[in-house]
């Protein structure tokens, strides 16, 4: 079950006429539907959380911070840079999380509070 479902004017089609999901994003990150949905978001308060939006602004290439609110795929978040980002968060943090936890906590809030329990059970098993 999807998170958020966006309508858009017009999606953009690469010279195949497939989806060009790329330039699909840029419009609507440019759009007022996004700064509508980014407005009223909380800046990250943990430790955890302020790590995670500098890993998530490096693989993004964003130069402001991330909402800790925010879903990360409006953001552009895809399957490769998903990839690296759990792989720096498990290396970083000591942690072996599955990728497949993206997919059911896609706010850096909810990714937070994911690893501060992981690393909290584990704390109590080492």
Excluded at 1 to 18: D, Y
Excluded at 94 to 109: A, E, G, T, V
Excluded at 111 to 116: A, F
Aim: glycine share 4%; with cysteine; charged share 25%.
């Amino acid at each position: 079950m999807p998170s958020v479902v966006l309508c858009v004017n017009e999606i953009t089609k690469n010279s195949v006429g497939k989806l060009d999901r790329i330039k699909t994003q840029e419009k609507f990150i440019k759009s007022t539907a996004f700064k509508t949905i980014k407005e009223g978001s909380y800046p990250a308060t943990t430790q955890t959380e302020k790590t995670l939006v500098a890993i998530w602004r490096n693989a993004l290439k964003m130069n402001t911070d991330i909402p800790k609110d925010a879903n990360l795929l409006l953001y552009g978040a895809d399957p490769v840079i998903i990839k690296s980002v759990f792989h720096k968060i498990n290396k970083l943090m000591y942690l072996d999380l599955d990728i497949s936890l993206f997919f059911k906590y896609s706010s850096i809030y909810e990714q937070g509070m994911m690893i501060d329990a992981s690393m909290n059970f584990s704390d109590h098993y080492i």
